[in-house]
């Protein structure tokens, strides 16, 4: 079944216009759904919404409320609220455009696919792809889309055009509050070579394929594990969450960056890499279950 656009539009430039369809780049991964049941009975808990001193109250009854001060509320029917919402405004104007470099990358929130409404859009649509292209620069402007407006950056992506909503300005932290406690120092310039070294020898082609959720793989390893024991706890590793100890001198960091350019592995793909010693148990600890080990093999590839 083919996909549906979630809008149609065009984009503007100047004085032309090409007729275009948006599609989701992206969708939902894997995950697991968990529930809330009530352990005795086994059931799932449902929730009733309540107002204090009064009980339970009917959906009708609801409304949407924005709190003004402690306790005092603007109430909005969804009446309101709908004619507030901007009416889908099917022309996206490219009204500047920037160095691909320009925008940084916590800017960036969600992807879509822009392909030419018709035949006739087509000629139109691969000109605008390949003048961005070619004079490496991102199209910027606003969108309306589902009651919503967006700040989109638009770019070239194979014969097509990927289009990115932006996130505001006011919904990005400033990064200097959270860096400001890091000191001038410069590194040391061996151990500096050693981790540019490290980095040249992991360098290769990035392939999202080579990389999965091992929490999901782990999370379903031990739920399969759940319905073998019938319900029974699955013991884990003791030392699957000890703390990893805080060594901070510069020995062993020296140390540990020599150890990993020792242990080769180059940035090919996940099979291609050593498989790593597990380390010396301590006798004091008893030894893990054969469950914890299986879970611990699903969460590796």
Known sequence: ???????????????????????????????????????????RI??????????????DEIMKGYEVSKGHYVLLDPEEIEKVKLESKKTLDLVQFVDVGDIDAMYFEKPYYVAPADDLAEDAFIVLRDALRKSKKVGIGQLAMRGQEYVVAIKPCGRGILLETLRYADEVHKANSYFREI???????????????????????????EFHNRYIDALKELIKEKQKAK??????????????????????LM???????????????????????????????????????????????
């Open 1 to 43: 079944m083919a996909a549906r656009p979630i809008w149609r539009g065009q984009i503007r430039l100047a004085l032309v216009s090409i007729p275009v369809e948006l599609y989701p780049a992206t969708k939902s991964g894997a995950s697991i759904q968990f529930h809330q049941v009530h352990e005795p009975s086994g059931k």
């Open 46 to 59: 449902k929730y009733e919404k309540v107002v204090p001193g009064i009980g339970p109250v009917d959906r």
């Open 231 to 252: 319900g029974e706890k699955v013991i884990q590793d003791p030392d699957a969450d000890a703390a990893p100890p805080k060594g901070s001198n510069v020995i062993d």
């Open 183 to 209: 000191g001038d120092s410069k590194p040391d310039e061996d151990m500096l070579d050693l981790a540019s070294m490290l980095i040249e020898k992991k360098t290769g082609k990035f392939d999202a394929s």
């Open 255 to 301: 140390a540990a960056l020599k150890k990993s350019l020792e242990a080769g592995g180059g940035g090919g793909a996940a099979k291609d890499k050593p498989k790593a010693k597990p380390a010396p148990r301590s006798k004091a600890r008893p030894r893990s279950t054969g469950t914890a080990k299986k879970k611990a093999a699903g969460g590796r590839k």
